[in-house]
């Protein structure tokens, strides 16, 4: 893909993520209004955690996976065994998690038990229900995983990224009416109904690849193979990653009521970043990686993760330096109303400073994977995955008595930071020279932007904070986007006496995309 391409896919993917996103957001802070930071929003998001663990392992290795083995097995032998490879992979998804929803409905209530201890008598009770309710999920899942690694390894990247809005429209419905009116329970129906329109969306697009559906499940076939022997070492990692987020919530379950409500909108709100941009560029830019691999051009798999590693810091160093200056008004804008107090207020913005010392960490580690991925070597992620585990799940134990729930957030950015640098520093005995200098010499210049950047919008956000003390909602939102608004101006203006070039990339892109837009208009 051309950088130009690269970029415009890659535009086109944050754009609907930041509306996905800005609905995410409004869905996080409708489910805050309704239902606080509760013991009903703590049974929810444990009953969350079976279907999400698969989403987060199972999901996330067919996905990655998948890309790899189609390339090649496309490049290799041609379209039609691409198809038989799909249809395989795809069925056998299926079947699995149909085996693996029933097993869970049955074994609900001891899985409720072990995941949260802590929960006792109506909590507990609420948990159990939620969780079978919200068990069939995984099947939809599966075939969401499949299919968006299907139109991504086909250069098709826009309904995959469409697929969080009506996902978020019908959820905050749910919580809006649902909720409001009838408790909890609509809004894990309303889950289910979310997740089904995220394969539908996608459709068109499997026609418009002339995806030709078949059942078949040859466990012969060469990408199975190939699959087999790449995805039990991921599974196993974003696994273990998956159990750090379950050791969180057991050892949060016994931290007073609404820490694991904090946790997640915390978590959730440092996210923006890394859902939006960083995974825009890793998204387009895997399939490249793959491409590099499967020709064996390591020279362009270099250059390819150090545009890749440069862009990411670009974007999510100066988003990680504002969250930390900005997280109490951020959180209160976003989130305080109704249940949601001035108390889970200060909770949330307190597991989000920890949370944001993760950002740069957690986006170049996902980047860095996928060029594993690509190698078709998925061994090495998984034990450094694991090793990030066992480092997050020590700290988990010695931080929380210091910082209560905020060490359960420091615990996984320090992990990330390990995990980061053992991928970089194993990456580079194997392949050689990485581009280091180049990294290195954009770190710094953008370390330099941010800092300059955080230090105007500390000020700039203490005069126009006791310019509005004792304001309402809108007055302080429109303070928090001034706010916002300078610190991006100064950035860009630090990136540009810092000769910066990612910034003329984006600048470029904005003319290119303003053109199109006038061209339109005018024709």
Known sequence: MKKEQLFKAAGIIAAASILSKILGFFRETSM?????????????LVAMIIPGMLFATVGTALTTTLIPVYTRRVYEEGEQAGWQFINSLLNLALVACLAITGLALLAAPVVVRIVAPGFQGATYTLTVLLTRVLLPTMVLQAAIAVITGLLQANQRFTLPALTG?????????????????????????????????QVVIMMPGLRDIHFDYRWLLNLRDT???????????????????????????????????GSIAALNFGFLLSQFPL?????????????????YAAKKDLAGLRRALVAGVRV???????????????????????????AFDARATSLTAYALLFFSLGLVPMALGALISRVYF??????????????????????????????????LALST????????????????????????????????????????????????????????QGRGFIWNAGCLAVTILIGTVIYGIASFLLRLPELGFFIDFGRRTARRLLAGSAS
Not at 32 to 44: E, R
Not at 184 to 193: D, R, S
Not at 447 to 465: E, K, N, Y
């Open 32 to 44: 805050a209004a309704v239902f606080g930071a509760s013991h009903t929003t703590d049974a929810y």
């Open 165 to 197: 809005i009506p996902y978020n429209i019908l959820l905050i419905t749910a919580i809006l009416w649902g909720g409001r009116h009838f408790g909890i329970l609509p809004v894990a129906i309303g889950m289910e109904l979310a997740t089904l329109s």
């Open 223 to 257: 990408g199975m193979i190939m699959v087999g022997k790449m995805i039990i070492p991921v599974i196993l990692a974003t696994g273990a990653s998956q159990l750090g987020l379950v050791v969180d919530r057991m050892l949060a379950s016994g931290l007073p009521e």
């Open 275 to 291: 859902g939006i941009f960083a995974a825009a560029v890793s998204t387009v830019i895997y399939p490249t990686f793959s491409v």
């Open 312 to 338: 990411t810091l670009f974007i999510v160093l100066p988003m990680s330096v504002a969250f930390v200056v900005l997280r109490q008004p951020m959180v209160r804008v976003l989130f305080q109303r109704g």
């Open 374 to 407: 690509s190698l078709q070597d998925t061994m090495t992620p998984m034990l450094l995955g694991i090793g990030a585990v066992a480092v997050n799940i020590v700290l988990n134990f010695l931080l929380i008595r210091p910082l209560a729930h905020g060490g």
């Open 413 to 468: 950015s320090l992990a990330s930071l390990f995990a980061m640098v053992l991928l970089f520093v194993v990456l580079r005995r194997r392949m050689g020279e990485l581009g280091g200098k180049e990294m290195l010499d954009g770190f710094w210049r953008i370390c330099v932007a941010s800092g300059v950047m955080g230090l105007v919008v500390t000020i700039a956000w203490g005069q126009l904070a006791h310019l509005g």
